[in-house]
C-alpha cells in the first residue's frame, strides 16, 4: 500500500484556497499538513476541502498568526495540540493515523523565524526560537514504538541546517534560520529524538534543496537565493519504507503563491 505525506507553509489558508484545493485535486495526498495558516478554527474552510475527499481535519490556528492544521483522506485519532514554550501560539498539532496495518504519529509544526536580529539577548523573537528548540529535543521518534505507532515529523521549522540547504553558506552564516546556533540546535533535536532526515535521504547531501525564496526578489527562479526551511522527517523504522520526495518547486510560480512550496513524501508498506 502507498502512502503520502505533503506538508505546506501556506501563509493564510482562505488568501490562498485555490492553491490549496489545486494541490489535493492534482496530486491527492493522503495527507496535506498546512502551517501558518493565520486563521481561527471557526473560520477554517473545513467544508470546502470535505468536499474533495477530506473528511478528516483537524485544526489548531488563531486569528492572523500561525497556525496548524491536518488535512486527510484517512481517520485522525487522538489528536493533540501543545503549546510550546507556554505562549499560547498554535505552532503543534499531531494525531494519529491508520496506515496498511499501522498506526502513524505525524507531528506537524511551525516554528518560530526568530525575527532578524541573530541575539537573544536584544531580540525576544530569536529568544524564543532557541527556547522553542530546546523544548522539541524531548520529542523522541521512538518514544510511542513500544506501543506500536511509528511517527512522522513535518513542517515549516525556519532552519536550513546543511551548508547545500540554503544559496550561500558563508553569506547567510549570520542570517536568522542559518546561524550555528540554529542548526547546531535543529541537528541536535534530531539527533536526540533519533529522527531521520527523509529529504536527504533521498536528495544526497552534496546536492541543493531549497523550499522558500523570498517574496523580496525580482526574479526568485533566476536569482534563486533559496533555503530549504521545510522538512519531513520520520522514526527510524518508516525509513526503509520511502520511496520518494518530491519539492514542488513549480507552486513558487503560481499566481499569488506562498513564499514556501510543497513537499512531498510517499511510501510503500
Given at each position: 500500500?502507498g502512502?503520502?505525506?505533503?506538508?505546506?507553509?501556506?501563509n493564510s489558508?482562505r488568501l490562498r484556497l485555490?492553491?490549496v484545493?489545486?494541490l489535493?485535486?492534482?496530486?491527492?495526498?493522503d495527507?496535506?499538513c498546512?502551517?501558518?495558516?493565520?486563521?481561527?478554527n471557526?473560520?477554517?474552510p473545513?467544508?470546502d476541502l470535505?468536499?474533495?475527499g477530506?473528511?478528516?481535519?483537524?485544526?489548531?490556528?488563531q486569528?492572523?498568526?500561525?497556525g496548524?492544521?491536518?488535512i486527510?483522506?484517512?481517520?485522525l485519532?487522538?489528536?493533540?495540540r501543545?503549546d510550546?514554550?507556554?505562549?499560547?501560539?498554535?505552532?503543534h498539532?499531531?494525531?494519529?493515523?491508520?496506515?496498511?496495518?499501522?498506526?502513524?504519529?505525524?507531528?506537524?509544526?511551525y516554528?518560530?523565524?526568530g525575527?532578524?536580529?541573530?541575539?537573544p539577548?536584544?531580540?525576544p523573537?530569536?529568544?524564543?526560537k532557541?527556547?522553542?528548540?530546546?523544548e522539541?529535543?524531548?520529542?523522541?521518534?521512538?518514544a510511542e514504538?513500544?506501543?506500536?505507532v511509528?511517527?512522522?515529523?513535518?513542517?515549516?521549522?525556519?532552519?536550513?541546517?546543511?551548508?547545500?540547504d540554503v544559496?550561500s553558506?558563508k553569506?547567510?552564516?549570520k542570517?536568522?534560520?542559518?546561524t550555528?546556533?540554529?542548526?547546531?540546535?535543529l541537528?541536535?533535536?534530531?539527533?536526540?529524538?533519533?529522527w531521520?532526515?527523509l529529504?536527504?535521504?533521498h536528495?544526497?547531501?552534496d546536492?541543493?534543496?531549497?523550499?522558500?525564496?523570498?517574496?523580496?526578489?525580482?526574479?526568485?527562479?533566476?536569482?534563486?537565493?533559496?533555503r530549504?526551511?521545510?522538512?519531513?522527517w520520520?522514526?527510524?523504522?518508516?525509513s526503509?519504507?520511502?520511496?520518494d520526495?518530491t519539492?514542488?518547486?513549480?507552486?513558487?510560480?503560481?499566481?499569488?503563491?506562498s513564499?514556501h512550496?510543497?513537499?512531498?513524501?510517499?511510501?510503500?508498506f
Open positions: 500500500m502512502f503520502s505525506i505533503a506538508t505546506w507553509n501556506i489558508v485555490p492553491l484545493r489545486s489535493l485535486t492534482d496530486h491527492a495526498p495527507l496535506l498546512l502551517q501558518e495558516t493565520k486563521c481561527p471557526d473560520a477554517f473545513t467544508a470535505k468536499k474533495l477530506y473528511d478528516h481535519i483537524a485544526i489548531h490556528g486569528k492572523g498568526y500561525h496548524v492544521a491536518l486527510s483522506r484517512l481517520p485519532e487522538d489528536v493533540q501543545r510550546y514554550c507556554e505562549k499560547g501560539d498554535t505552532r498539532i499531531s494525531a494519529i493515523l491508520p496506515v496498511a496495518g499501522r498506526k502513524i504519529r505525524v507531528h506537524n509544526f516554528v518560530p523565524a525575527g532578524d536580529e541573530p541575539d539577548d536584544v531580540n523573537k530569536f529568544a524564543h532557541l527556547d522553542f528548540l530546546q522539541m529535543k524531548a520529542l523522541h521518534s521512538q514504538n513500544a506501543a506500536g511509528s511517527s512522522i515529523l513535518v513542517g515549516d521549522l525556519n532552519i536550513a541546517p546543511l551548508e547545500t544559496w553558506h553569506q547567510l552564516l542570517v536568522v534560520s542559518h550555528p546556533v540554529e542548526t547546531d540546535g541537528k541536535e533535536v534530531q539527533a536526540k529524538g533519533g531521520v532526515d529529504m536527504r535521504q536528495i544526497p547531501e546536492e541543493k534543496i531549497f523550499t522558500w525564496w523570498s517574496y523580496r526578489a525580482r526574479d526568485w527562479d533566476a536569482s534563486d537565493r533559496g530549504r526551511l521545510d522538512h519531513v520520520s522514526s527510524p523504522d518508516l526503509g519504507s520511502l520511496s520526495v519539492v514542488m518547486r513549480e507552486a513558487r510560480g503560481w499566481e499569488r503563491p513564499d512550496v510543497p513537499v512531498f513524501a510517499r511510501f510503500d
